[in-house]
């Protein structure tokens, strides 16, 4: 079956235009995750959707960043204004939060350059 | 917040050697992942560990987890060049489950 995709694989644009990520998760999966890699860094929570809740979007590093997830499936990680040090691999996950533990699903990320 | 701490950074190791990868938790581990990644791809799920002395094997690669020590240990035996990557161990920052903390990841490298 499917996994997580994601779309694009790459993205480089210049300082201060804003950019979208999506992420399409697994069919049935309840819960998303989105989640930045950087050098620097290593890999760190952004936002997380489950259901019909309000997401915890603890993890968003500034204001300008913001995520949405329509009808409970697809969802779009939008950085406006970016900035060079949003440059990173912005991955995300899905898992079915059936159980408090559950695996999350891995996708293959959108590698975001910003000039 | 909980900090996950891997050791060693980087590992070079000779084909059919084995290894171990620990990971350290600043504070209680509440489900523990092991996830591995190589370049340009995702994080693929190896395994989870939730109870103190549980122990989990896939094929050479074995997980085990000390509750005591806030640890997990991931050994791999006669490692192959297909193991080569980088491996990750996540946790949830408290029991409700939900986001992952990972650590910094540990880069293997298999020599033929």
């Known amino acids: 079956g499917a996994g997580v995709s994601q779309s694009p694989s790459n993205k480089v644009t210049e300082k201060g235009k804003d950019v979208e990520l999506r992420c399409d998760p697994i069919?049935?999966?309840?819960?998303l995750y989105w989640y930045r890699q950087s050098l620097g860094q290593g890999l760190e929570f952004l936002i997380y959707f489950q259901g019909n809740s309000a997401p915890d979007k603890s993890g968003l590093p500034s204001d300008r960043f913001s995520a949405e997830r329509t009808g409970g499936s697809v969802s779009t990680l939008t950085i406006q204004r970016t900035q060079q040090e949003d440059s990173a691999v912005y991955l995300c996950?899905?898992?079915?939060?059936?159980?408090?533990?559950?695996?999350?699903?891995f996708g293959p990320g959108t590698r975001l350059t910003v000039l | 917040s909980q900090e996950l701490e891997q050791s060693p950074q980087s590992l070079i190791v000779q084909e059919g050697k084995n290894l171990t990868i620990n990971c350290t938790s600043s504070k209680t581990l509440y489900g523990l992942y092991w996830y591995k990644q190589k370049y340009g791809e995702g994080l693929i799920f190896l395994m989870m560990?939730?109870?103190?002395?549980e122990e989990k094997s896939h094929e050479k690669i074995t997980a085990k987890l000390d509750e005591k020590k806030q640890q997990s240990s991931l050994h791999i035996t006669a490692s192959q060049p297909s193991h080569a990557g980088i491996y990750l161990c996540?946790?949830?920052?408290?029991?409700?489950?939900?986001?992952?903390?990972f650590g910094g990841g540990t880069r293997l490298m298999v020599k033929p």
């Open positions: 996540g946790a949830h920052p408290n029991n409700a489950g939900n986001m992952l903390t």
């Open positions: 560990l939730q109870k103190g002395g």
């Open positions: 996950a899905s898992s079915l939060a059936q159980r408090v533990y559950n695996e999350q699903f």
């Open positions: 069919s049935g999966h309840t819960a």
